[in-house]
């Protein structure tokens, strides 16, 4: 029984993605490898592959993403401002750190929603 509650989990949870309805015209997609990303409503990528963790409010979208390389790999935290439509990259904790806890701050109270199963910084 848990197998099964898990499996029909595992199969919505894309589908819960993709219906997510965000602020300002923008949509969560899915691309051919299964990786989830966000665009605008010019079908521009606003937060690309692959997101770990999304939410928003009425301002923000907000998104932990994971990049990989044949050599690397890079976990962190991006986010739209719907008032100008600027994307924020925090490319290491400590600009994250004052991005979340001095210059916007509202951005602690978004709930997020996990899409795999891996920390963000």
């Known amino acids: 029984?848990?197998?099964?509650?898990l499996l029909i989990l595992l199969v919505c949870a894309p589908l819960t993605a993709a219906a997510m309805d965000l602020p300002?015209?923008?949509k969560v997609m899915e691309n051919e490898a299964g990786e989830l990303y966000v665009?605008?409503?010019?079908d521009v990528t606003m937060i690309e592959p692959s997101?770990?963790?999304?939410?928003?409010?009425?301002r923000w979208i907000l998104a932990c993403i994971k990049n990989e390389s044949i050599?690397?790999?890079?976990i962190r935290w991006v986010f739209v401002d719907m008032r100008n439509g600027g994307?924020?990259?925090?490319?290491?904790?400590?600009?994250?750190s004052?991005?979340?806890n001095e210059a916007y701050t509202?951005?602690?109270?978004?709930?997020?929603?996990?899409f795999r199963e891996e920390q963000c910084p």
């Open 51 to 58: 997101i770990i963790k999304l939410g928003f409010n009425s």
């Open 98 to 100: 004052f991005y979340r």
């Open 71 to 74: 050599d690397s790999e890079l």
């Open 24 to 26: 300002g015209q923008h």
């Open 1 to 5: 029984m848990k197998l099964r509650a």
């Open 39 to 42: 665009v605008n409503k010019e």
């Open 87 to 96: 994307t924020y990259d925090s490319l290491n904790a400590e600009q994250w």
């Open 106 to 114: 509202d951005l602690q109270k978004i709930k997020l929603t996990d």
